[in-house]
């Protein structure tokens, strides 16, 4: 585990990128990072977690779309709606599709689709990503 | 002003998840006050390579709306308690609507996050809030719902 930035979790266990965005799944396992808290002997994967699944996903996406010397922060959750529950064994897909508004491209909009591997939506997530330049490492 | 051992007996949230450390100030029914101090040996600092801008270590955005979450919730829980209620059932995150990031905690940094009721009925609650480090506001949200379910209804499924 090698990380460039403090992440609850590994929201993403794999991606697919593709014209107009980006698709991740996450295999919810009951040892995921902050599930023994989230409840004790009732494990569920946290919303905000699913909302971490498409930052993670759409800020790779980004960042490997306009290459390095930028930095990706996530500026708003726009909207967020949970339906339904995410529990060990479930597989999370998130269909996420990126749109980068007019004027300079500073701002990505993102909204995704999150399914359960039987089809049931279980969120509906709207971020708003912010693309900056790089700063220097501290090092 | 409420403990965190006092917490825990407020939500259902525990180590490492338990996100907010202590209650400032509450008015059942109106607002709450609550604290949370970031530090270098949380689970979401693990593993970050050397050698990383200072930017690397910001508090990540979804334990920020966890933890401003889960002051609403004890705000909920303790409005109805004043009541002589209870919310019936596990609270989960229903919704929320305009939650902006304008700046970072860092290790070393307090959040104090104040949320205010918009709206509290039996089985669910409608707040907004905002979340500061000392004298910079990090964070503001529009509104978040919180709904209580029956765990029953959580294992089977679907809740819509």
């Known amino acids: 585990m090698s990380r460039s930035f403090a992440v609850p979790l590994d929201a993403v266990d794999e991606v697919q990128v593709h014209a107009d965005g980006v698709t991740a799944v996450k295999r919810i396992v009951a040892d995921d990072p902050y599930l023994v808290g989230h409840y004790p002997g009732f494990p569920i994967y946290p919303g905000v977690f699913t909302v971490e699944t498409v930052h993670q996903a759409a800020r790779r996406a980004v960042e490997a779309g306009r290459g390095p010397g930028v930095r990706v922060e996530l500026a708003a959750v726009r909207s967020v709606r949970f339906r339904a529950p995410l529990l060990p064994g479930d597989v999370l897909t998130a269909a996420c599709r990126l749109r980068e508004d007019p004027d300079g491209g500073q701002r990505v909009r993102v909204d995704a689709d999150c399914r359960r591997h039987d089809g049931e939506v279980t969120a509906k997530v709207s971020l708003e990503l912010l693309v900056l330049s790089q700063e220097p490492a501290d090092a | ?160």
Not at chain 2, 12 to 36: M, Y
Not at chain 2, 53 to 64: G, M
Not at chain 2, 69 to 90: H, I, N, Y
Not at chain 2, 122 to 131: D, W
């Open chain 2, 1 to 160: 002003m409420l403990e965190y051992a006092e917490l825990t007996a407020i939500l259902p949230h525990r180590h490492p998840i338990l996100q907010i450390d202590r209650v400032l100030e509450v008015e059942p029914g109106r607002r709450i006050v609550a604290v949370k101090a970031v530090t270098g040996t949380e689970p979401c600092f693990a593993g970050l390579t050397d050698g990383l801008p200072a930017s690397a270590y910001a508090f990540p955005p979804a334990l920020i709306v966890e933890s401003l979450g889960q002051a609403g919730a004890a705000l909920w829980v303790l409005s109805a308690r004043a009541g002589g209620d209870e919310p019936r059932g596990t609270l989960v995150f229903g919704a929320a609507r305009d939650f902006r990031f304008a700046g970072a905690a860092y290790p070393g940094d307090v959040m104090r996050h104040e949320v205010v009721v918009e709206s509290l009925k039996p089985n669910s609650a409608v707040m907004r809030g905002e979340t500061w480090v000392g004298d910079r506001r990090i964070a503001v949200v529009g509104s978040m719902l919180a709904v209580a379910r029956p765990e029953s209804e959580l294992a089977a499924g679907p809740t819509d």
